[in-house]
């Protein structure tokens, strides 16, 4: 039965009618489920928001606070779903450090405002080899290597129906 549990809480979708909110003295991190509300998703977190590899949608507003926002894609991980943050109306992401941005996609219907006290990075998701074997994107910057390739995994996306405003502090 623990086993059972375990494996029913690693796919877990959390599926409201109406508001999600979730607030914590921490991080929130979203790397098993999907958060799917048909009014508005709201997180606080004290430290950072984290989503890799699933989906939080909202079929009004996704609002989020934290001192780090990040909506990074991996290369693994939830069969290759799309990472996504996603607003019917409005999607307002408030970080006091950075957002934060690889390989995802964070979409408005109608108002993508972000802002962050640092900076706001929207980047691809690259897979990136020196003579075969994986590297960092610094690494093959900095490589004198015969062999240096990169493939995508996938593109980094912002995306809004009307206004797409971002504020950074750099």
Request: aromatic content about 4%; charged content about 10%; proline content about 0%.
């Amino acid at each position: 039965i623990k086993d059972d549990a375990a494996t029913a809480r690693a796919a877990a979708t959390f599926n409201a009618g109406s508001d999600i909110q979730i607030n914590s003295g921490g991080s929130i991190n979203v790397a098993n489920n999907i958060f799917q509300s048909g009014g508005s998703v709201f997180m606080t977190a004290a430290t950072g928001i984290n989503n890799s590899n699933y989906t939080i949608k909202a079929g009004t507003n996704v609002v989020m606070d934290a001192t780090n926002i990040n909506n990074i894609h991996t290369s693994t991980g939830n069969g290759g779903a799309e990472t996504r943050i996603e607003a019917g109306n409005m999607a307002s992401l408030n970080a006091t450090n950075n957002i934060t941005n690889i390989g995802a996609t964070i979409k408005a219907g109608n108002l993508l405002y972000m802002t962050a006290g640092n900076n706001i990075e929207n980047k691809a998701l690259v897979d990136y080899r020196i003579n075969g074997q994986t590297a960092t994107e610094s690494d093959a910057l900095n490589s004198n290597a015969n062999s240096i390739t990169s493939s995508l995994i996938s593109q980094g996306s912002l995306e809004s129906g009307g206004n797409l405003i971002l504020i950074a502090g750099n």
